[in-house]
């Protein structure tokens, strides 16, 4: 099948490389490049990079909705075009374009998680279940017809950086099997149960702050949710240090309270959690004992 793939970050490139091994991918579409760390250097989005080291044609409009991006979209002639975490809106005139239509892979069980951070939604929210989807594209976000989905259990201890690497690896399978099955007419567009939708929001710096108040689970659901990025952070003698791992402890105790050194173990409102790794303002990230090691804490001493 010829098609145009759209896709912009490290998530979408195993789909587009399992696409290219058994389809004519026509050309790459993805954002411009952007200025990138402190000294804002101009990088090229993952799936550009992947894009040229296939020999895949990249183009960068910086907006779909002009007819020159029409225009040289038209030009590729795609019986389908493969839509992952592209970044833009596409309009009607483009989900019209191809015979088999825009076909999006999206990071949830839709219609559970419409939205921009699905992946990191499901850990945050504590789900046990989650997945990828396949679907064809309309005006809405996240709204259209399901066409096949994919399950996977989420791991107790799991990071949201570990399954965001999980399924981008299942949307690559799963879109394989959706092209092979729209080819053979042998799936049937469903419509989303607009009862059970739920939606996410980008995630922001402004949830990295952990309230020891709540349970262990909550906390241990927001230090994993919110890792590699933006990470969670706490404040131990009045300095601000993020939270990169932590598993649920034994232990109870007010809340905050630090219940052991060796290991690290903090009270919540519930329980108790362990933690790991974690960074120091200014240094890199270290396993909770070489922390302990270099900084003078006590039991009884609290995190905020």
């Known amino acids: 099948m010829k098609l145009v793939y759209m896709g912009t970050p490290d998530f979408a490139v195993p789909a587009l490389e399992k696409l290219a091994a058994v389809h004519e991918v026509a050309a790459v579409f993805t954002q411009p490049d952007k200025p990138v760390g402190r000294k804002q250097i101009l990088t090229p989005p993952d799936v550009k990079v992947c894009a040229e080291r296939l020999g895949i044609p990249v183009c960068q409009p910086a907006s779909m909705k002009t007819p020159e991006a029409f225009e040289l979209l038209k030009s590729f002639a795609p019986e389908v075009i493969v839509v992952a975490a592209y970044g833009q809106i596409l309009p009607k005139a483009v989900l019209d374009l191809p015979a088999y239509g825009c076909v999006n892979i999206h990071g949830s069980l839709l219609p559970k998680y419409r939205g921009a951070a699905p992946i990191q939604q499901a850990v945050l929210n504590g789900d046990a279940v989650t997945g990828v989807t396949t679907m064809l594209m309309d005006v809405g976000l996240d709204t259209g017809d399901i066409l096949l989905t994919k399950e996977t259990p989420i791991g107790e201890n799991e990071t949201s950086a570990e399954l965001f690497d ?130 003078d804490l006590k039991i009884g001493d609290k995190l905020i």
């Open 166 to 295: 999980r399924l981008s690896l299942l949307g690559g399978e799963l879109i394989l099997e959706t092209l092979d099955a729209l080819a053979q007419g042998s799936v049937t567009p469903k419509k989303q149960d607009e009862a059970l939708a739920t939606h996410t929001s980008k995630i922001d710096k402004s949830l990295c702050p952990i309230d020891f108040t709540a349970t262990a689970q909550a906390v241990h659901n927001l230090i994993r949710g919110l890792y590699s990025w933006p990470v969670a952070t706490a404040q131990i003698g009045g300095k601000r240090v993020k939270i990169h791992k932590a598993r649920i402890a034994k232990g109870s105790g007010s809340a905050g309270v630090i219940l052991s050194v060796k290991p690290f173990v903090i009270a919540c409102g519930e329980g108790a959690v362990e933690i790991l790794e974690l960074q120091p303002e200014g240094k890199k990230k270290m396993s909770a004992e070489a922390y302990a090691a270099g900084h």
